[in-house]
């Protein structure tokens, strides 16, 4: 089974899965029933492994379907960390 790409006015691109070379250039949509036409995309062919592909996947998604913040993130903790280690040279240096 192959997967062809028709889009639709209404309904925007829709996926459609049968058998190979059977593609019409016009079909039905199937959500609306209105004519799709058929659009020519890239080959889904990859040399990625799965995990960078779902990241990929994830990242595309997200363009059109943002996901939903219901609450702020967490807080840092509050322990103060330096940004450098310590320099001897600075340490003789008056405090404010």
Do not use: K
């Not at 459609?16 to 995309?41: I, K, L, W």
């Amino acid at each position: 089974m192959a997967t062809y790409q028709y889009r639709c006015d209404q309904d925007g691109v829709v996926d459609v899965r049968q058998p190979m070379g059977s593609a019409t250039r016009v079909r039905p949509c199937p959500v609306c029933g209105a004519d799709a036409v058929r659009v020519f995309s890239v080959p889904m062919v990859s040399f990625a492994s799965r995990a960078r592909m779902a990241a990929i996947d994830r990242a595309e998604r997200t363009r059109d379907e943002p996901d939903v913040v219901t609450a702020p993130p967490p807080r840092p903790a509050r322990g103060r960390v330096p940004a450098t280690p310590p320099n001897p040279a600075l340490q003789r240096l008056p405090r404010p």
